[in-house]
């Protein structure tokens, strides 16, 4: 609960952040493993310090992608979400702990995995029909 100018306490609280994750791969639907939307979706919510029913997390696998030149398999992950990836110290924690549970999971090495942060405010999200910042 905020306190407002004049020291009581208010009851707006703070929006609940709802992170947007989304994995883009070259690796075939049928080689991830079975649980992998779950996991991914519990070591991002971790990762960020948020609950995991507030994660948005979707897996787009097979698609024709190059990285640095090669088709080998890779993953480029993009990380949207509000107040957690507005510094260079927090996506340093954040990419650290992401691409660990990537390189395991789907057996790839390190430098195949890209990890685009967006920082989002407020006003950038709408949920039932108006914006965070309003919630």
Excluded: W, Y
């Amino acid at each position: 609960m905020a306190r407002g100018s004049s020291g009581k306490t208010s009851l707006k609280s703070q929006p609940p952040t709802m992170p947007f994750i989304v994995l883009d791969t070259n690796i075939s639907a049928d080689v991830l493993p079975a649980d992998f939307l779950k996991k991914l979706c519990s070591c991002t919510a971790a990762a960020l310090g948020k609950p995991e029913e507030r994660m948005n997390v979707a897996v787009k696998p097979g698609l024709p992608i190059l990285m640095a030149g090669s088709s080998s398999p890779c993953v480029m992950l993009s990380v949207s979400a509000i107040g957690v990836t507005d510094t260079a110290e927090k996506n340093r924690e954040h990419s650290a702990k992401i691409c660990a549970f990537l390189a395991e999971q789907l057996v790839i090495p390190v430098d195949r995995i890209m990890i685009c942060f967006h920082a989002l405010e407020p006003h950038q999200v709408g949920k039932m029909g108006t914006v965070m910042s309003f919630l």
